[in-house]
T-cell receptor
Framework: NAGVTQTPKFQVLKTGQSMTLQCAQDMNHNSMYWYRQDPGMGLRLIYYSASEGTTDKGEVPNGYNVSRLNKREFSLRLESAAPSQTSVYFC?????????????FGEGSRLTVL | DAKTTQPTSMDCAEGRAANLPCNHSTISGNEYVYWYRQIHSQGPQYIIHGLKNNETNEMASLIITEDRKSSTLILPHATLRDTAVYYCIVKHEKLTFGTGTRLTIIP
């Protein structure tokens, strides 16, 4: 049972390049989330998806787009990467939405934008 | 949105109980208190959650005050592997983890 799987684990981009972070969960969870964590900081919510076919902005959505491809997969896209987007990105899933249900996190994707 | 306040860092001797406080004075009546921890740079790990009553599981105990404005996470017998950043969050619409408490277990 893999839980939440993120790919890639590491990525280096040049300013202006685009890329997509992939996330998949095998726990049949309804809700999925993308967070970013900057050095020495807590996690900030970028986008979330309460259920298949829906997405909503979190605290720091600018510069990102998301797609809930199906119940298992939730991708995060950077259309034109900027150095300020250098961070560790975590995907999480939950059986229920928002106010209840614990979050299960992936191992993180470490992105550096030069 | 309910916000939480936690001490920046704490130390605890190995084998002793670690008590981590959290203030959430603006919590709403239907909001749960959740605790997670993050070891090194791994993804956060769920520990425990509660609404009104005290809760206990195999990892920890959660004590919530009667007015629900604060809570304490208790690790009853801390080990070196409990060294981590501990996050107290109140589940609301925009799930945000603050900077948490960096707990260091001292041998």
């Amino acid at each position: 049972n893999a839980g939440v799987t993120q790919t890639p684990k590491f990525q280096v981009l040049k300013t202006g390049q685009s890329m997509t972070l992939q996330c998949a969960q095998d726990m049949n969870h309804n809700s999925m989330y993308w967070y970013r964590q900057d050095p020495g900081m807590g996690l900030r919510l970028i986008y979330y998806s309460a259920s298949e076919g829906t997405t909503d902005k979190g605290e720091v959505p600018n510069g990102y787009n998301v797609s809930r491809l199906n119940k298992r997969e939730f991708s995060l896209r950077l259309e034109s990467a900027a150095p300020s987007q250098t961070s560790v990105y975590f995907c999480a899933s939950s059986a229920r939405v928002l106010n209840t249900g614990e979050l299960f996190f992936g191992e993180g994707s470490r992105l550096t934008v030069l | 949105d309910a916000k939480t306040t936690q001490p920046t860092s704490m130390d605890c001797a190995e084998g002793r109980a670690a008590n981590l406080p959290c203030n959430h004075s603006t919590i709403s009546g239907n909001e749960y208190v959740y605790w997670y921890r993050q070891i090194h740079s791994q993804g956060p790990q769920y520990i425990i959650h509660g609404l009104k009553n005290n809760e206990t599981n195999e990892m920890a105990s959660l004590i919530i005050t009667e007015d629900r404005k604060s809570s304490t996470l208790i690790l009853p017998h801390a080990t070196l592997r409990d060294t981590a950043v501990y996050y107290c969050i109140v589940k609301h619409e925009k799930l945000t983890f603050g900077t948490g408490t960096r707990l260091t277990i001292i041998p």
